[in-house]
């Protein structure tokens, strides 16, 4: 029995495809494993390295451990450890001028000027339903160009404002943004969440994204571009560009307009390739801004009280 089972073995091992096109697999396994391993090093430089993230832990050896201020783990990942590597940043090097802090207040008196910032930001809120009066287009440039005044990682200014005021952009937005809504308010938001937003009175019907006179898109960039073409890196593009967004909100209500911050869910690629933006630039908020509508209407909602926001030491 057992010669039999060997005369078979040798047999099917004989006949079998592998051993009689041998001389066929194995160039092409050897080609295979170079042209990987050679597109490996051009993209990596031959340097990349397995970032491992690890839980926090309360260990000393945590404060050793090395930090980059990324938001995520991207192809820029490539710093090396060789000594002889010549860096430099991406910023220029300037000298430091003098600064004696601010200058430009609401009032020369600071406790005035807190009161009268508070009374403006307070006055603030959501506006789901537009005015169709003009809005003069400067100001509302002028409002985005105070964002850009925003503190970045690095100084990376890590944004892009669109402004929106084409009748036919902002009818194609509203149709992928309602689209997508629809699907989100019917199937993926759980109902407790659907519920949460009833005293709000939303629903995947967005009227205010054709009416407001202007839509402002506002985009992350994960990465930029030296001018040599290499890309540079972002660091906390997100917290960055969400700082910028909350100076663009002040800038509108002390300008006399209103606005929404929306996150339209799921839409962040079909709005980017609508406009036309690069792959680095990711939608973070959609804004309508304009002049509120005279029959409209916010929820009566009060906001926390100063000793519930702070925590005294």
Same mark, same amino acid.
């Given at each position: ?246 100076? /663009? ?15 339209? /869910? ?48």
């Amino acid at each position: 029995m057992a010669s039999y089972l060997e005369s078979w073995v040798d047999s099917l091992i004989s006949s079998s495809a592998l051993v009689s096109y041998w001389n066929y697999i194995f160039p092409m396994l050897v080609g295979l494993y170079l042209a990987i391993s050679l597109y490996d090093k051009h993209r990596y430089g031959g340097r990349k390295k397995l970032r491992i993230i690890s839980p926090p832990t309360d260990s000393a050896t945590d404060a050793t451990k090395k930090l980059d201020g990324m938001e995520y783990v991207g192809e820029l990942d490539q710093d090396s450890e060789d000594p002889e590597d010549d860096l430099a940043p991406a910023l220029e090097e300037k000298p430091r001028v003098p600064y004696r802090g601010a200058t430009v207040t609401l009032s020369k008196d600071s406790s005035e000027a807190a009161d009268k910032f508070y009374a403006i930001v307070n006055d603030r809120r959501s506006v789901r339903k537009f005015s169709q009066r003009p809005v003069d287009r400067e100001i509302v440039e002028r409002c985005i160009q105070a964002a850009g005044t925003g503190p970045s990682g690095a100084h990376t200014e890590p944004w892009t404002f669109c402004l929106v005021s084409d009748r036919s952009i902002k009818e194609s937005i509203r149709e992928i943004i309602e689209a997508e809504e629809l699907i989100n308010y019917t199937q993926r938001m759980a109902k407790q969440w659907v519920t949460d937003l009833r005293p709000i009175q939303t629903n995947h019907i967005k009227e205010y994204l054709t009416d407001a006179p202007y839509l402002i898109l506002v985009f992350k960039q994960t990465y930029g571009h030296k001018l040599d073409g290499t890309k540079k890196q972002h660091y906390y593009n997100e917290i960055s560009t969400s700082i910028a967004t909350g100076i /663009l909100l002040c800038a509108l209500q002390s300008a006399g307009l209103s606005s929404l911050i929306t996150t339209p /869910l799921n839409c962040g690629p079909a709005l980017r390739n609508l406009l036309d933006r690069p792959p680095n630039e990711k939608l973070l908020v959609l804004l309508p801004v304009g002049y509120a509508a005279e029959d409209c209407t916010v929820p009566d909602l009060q906001r926390k009280p100063l000793d519930e926001l702070i925590v005294r030491y």
